[in-house]
Nanobody, 122 residues
Framework: HVQLVESGGGSLQAGGSLRLSCAAS????????MGWFRQAAGKEREWVSC???????SYTVSVKGRFTISRDNLKTILYLQMNSLKPEDTAVYYC?????????????????WGQGTQVTVS
């Protein structure tokens, strides 16, 4: 049974920083990529970033240069460092584990999801 638990969300003013964490438990292949998505109120879930087991990173254009994704050596914890936050970054942020090695932006290729953590930027 795979479980993903996010933490680190909160409310802050524009320009601030937050670090999201996602702890994974249960059997997850270390070869699978992991990613972050977000969903703002009234909008569809959108891909934010992903990282494969080799450390290769990808970011959506709107966060590139401000957000940094990382995973620990044991590959059971995923992080998202968010700097220079903007009001448009306000959303529920979800971590997810993909069913493939390469990074993917497709929601359906992530079979495992966390419950989400709220980030509010004013």
């Amino acid at each position: 049974h795979v479980q993903l638990v996010e933490s680190g969300g909160g409310s802050l003013q524009a320009g601030g920083s937050l670090r999201l964490s996602c702890a994974a438990s249960g059997y997850i292949s270390s070869t699978f990529s992991m990613g972050w998505f977000r969903q703002a109120a009234g909008k569809e879930r959108e891909w934010v970033s992903c990282i494969n087991s080799g450390g290769g990173e990808s970011y959506t254009v709107s966060v590139k240069g401000r957000f940094t994704i990382s995973r620990d050596n044991l590959k059971t914890i995923l992080y998202l460092q968010m700097n220079s936050l903007k009001p448009e970054d306000t959303a529920v942020y979800y971590c997810a584990v993909a069913s493939r090695y390469y990074c993917t932006t497709t929601v359906s290729e992530y079979p495992y999801w966390g419950q989400g953590t709220q980030v509010t930027v004013s």
